[in-house]
RNA sequence: GGCCUGUUCGUCUAGGGGCCUAGGACACCGCCCUCUCACGGCGGCAACACGGGUUCGAAUCCCGUACAGGCUACCA
């Protein structure tokens, strides 16, 4: 039988770090066995529901390539949640109850138990009403266990689990009762979601009996994604959106390759693998069991290393938003694709991400360069530099400037032997030449940048600087 | 408080009784390369939470303790 497995976010924002490898796994799982991926979005709360958040959730999985097979709202299936409700309670397996949380707590408190709702209207016949929520009557004794693909089989006392709601006094069915009715008529197979869920299990089990739905979906409850503090990842205090990565440069194939290894890796335990790989290679029951910390210094060099794999055209296809479209730092009519081109071999192996691209290369497309002035100051400092900057300025304007092929050693033969007459090093003399003409001490080659400027507007800058002195 | 889950280098992990004087990757440190920064090469630091069992033998199996996390909503 195909796998039918189902990535139910709920709307809150934006879907993050942790959703997005559990959907990775869900979707892998489908797609090896020539299986269904169901996109359910559960919105049954209505402050959750909005609809840029809803699509917002489209977009993140697009981008990363996981397609779904079918797509439901749970807010388009109340009616089948209504008859459901109706369907336990014909059958004597709820109460309405108008307790307030307030209430609840007060009798907790003086029976100086735990906290949680005590069964109180179970036997009181109350009716439904304005202010009345459906409760479920859970067995007061015996034990709910199932079998969980990387946990084992986790049991539960049934008299830990309290009567808890199915439906609000506002009408609006929980979460608990959807997923069950909705994995009841979607046919899912296999439940791959956070261990987070793993204490509602049980309650999932009582309803999806109640409802005789027959033999369970197969359970794996994978390890939560951690901050470096070992919580969960958290929306308010940990960074999580896949967008804020996504501008930031990272690639969708090295995000995904990365969260894949936080919890599982293949056989031969090799680190790197393509999405195709993990599909063949994938087993459910090889996911690890604890917690992993989502470590960003680590994605970083993964993505450090794709970048520089990759062709440099696809590099500089890659890179264009950062620098002919929304995220470059200048107008678009400031990108000149041939400037860059001739220089992107060299940028391509001193960036992790792609947004470091615009800084690299900036002082070759921008009028007017900025120069930093830390850098400038540490470069100036050694004596002989006043110097140096002259007769480079003068030298280099009688020194032929080859662009085709570009030819890099006059340049270089001369400054460096301007060095040597000055008593500057190799590593002293280029520095405040490179902070003078690209502004900054660090950046791709020098004198291959400067075949790529032209004679004159390097000359330009270099005199500009010296008369900073 | 109760219930549940987890625990191998700083981090992600390999490991499923002898192949482990515990392997890899990222990070970090050192050296080499070098016009800066990177890349690359070489080397180094560094872990089986603790205590009991079981066994000829335990990172691997069992029990306990500690610690961590999750859940305990008319959120998902």
């Known amino acids: 039988m195909p796998p039918r497995v189902r990535f139910a976010p709920s709307p809150t924002g934006f879907l993050h770090v ?33 609809e840029d958040w809803v699509t917002g959730i489209d977009e993140s999985l697009r981008w990363f390539g996981l397609d779904w097979d079918e797509r439901h709202r749970q807010s388009e299936r109340t009616e089948l949640y209504a008859s459901a409700a109706d369907e336990l309670t014909a059958a004597g397996l709820t109460y309405w109850c108008d307790c307030t949380r307030d209430e609840v707590d007060a009798r907790a408190k003086a029976r100086g138990g735990p906290p949680g709702y005590d069964g109180h209207c179970r036997d009181l016949g109350k009716a439904a009403g304005p202010s009345a929520a459906l409760r479920f009557r859970t067995p007061d004794s015996g034990t709910t266990s199932f079998v969980d693909v990387v946990r084992g089989e986790p049991a539960f006392p049934n008299d830990a689990i309290e009567d808890f709601v199915l439906v609000r006094s506002n009408g609006k069915v929980l979460f608990v009762l959807a997923n069950v009715v909705d994995d009841l008529d979607m046919r899912i197979t296999h439940l791959i979601r956070a261990e987070e869920h793993l204490p509602t299990t049980p309650k999932y089990l009582l309803l999806w009996d109640a409802l005789g739905g027959g033999p369970p979906p197969v359970f794996a409850h994978v390890p939560v994604i951690v901050n470096e503090k070992r919580q969960k990842l958290s929306k308010r205090r940990d960074r999580v959106a896949l967008e804020s990565f996504r501008d930031e440069g990272y690639l969708p194939e090295v995000m995904l390759n990365f969260l894949a290894l936080i919890g599982w890796s293949p056989p031969d335990g090799r680190e790197r693998f393509a999405l195709e790989e993990m599909v063949a290679e994938f087993r459910l029951e090889d996911v690890g069991r604890s917690p992993g910390f989502f470590d960003v210094a680590k994605l970083r060099a993964f993505n450090g290393d794709t970048i520089r794999a990759m062709t440099t055209e696809a590099f500089v296809e890659r890179a264009q938003p950062w620098l002919s479209g929304p995220l470059a730092p200048w107008p678009p009519e400031t990108y000149d694709p041939e400037v860059f081109a001739a220089v992107a ?72 032997a301007i060095g040597d007459e000055v008593g500057l ?22 004198f291959e940048s400067l075949v790529v400027l032209g004679r004159e507007r390097t000359l330009e800058r270099l005199r500009a600087a010296r008369a900073r002195l």
């Open 425 to 446: 090093n190799r590593k002293r003399a280029q520095a405040p030449v490179r902070v003078a003409v690209t502004g900054r001490a660090v950046g791709p080659p020098l």
């Open 18 to 50: 942790g959703g997005l490898r559990t959907a990775l796994y869900n979707w892998v799982v489908a797609r090896q066995g020539d299986g269904s991926f169901v996109l359910r979005i559960e919105d049954t709360d209505e402050a959750r529901n909005r």
């Open 345 to 416: 071999p060299l940028v391509q192996e001193r960036v992790a991400v792609l947004s470091e691209v615009p800084a690299m290369v900036g002082f070759l497309l921008v009028p007017e360069l900025t120069v930093d002035d830390g850098d400038w100051e540490k470069a100036v400092k050694p004596a002989g530099v006043v110097a140096l900057l002259d007769q480079v300025t003068e030298r280099w304007a009688d020194t032929a400037w080859v662009h085709d092929p570009p030819t890099a050693e006059p340049l270089k033969d001369t400054l460096f």
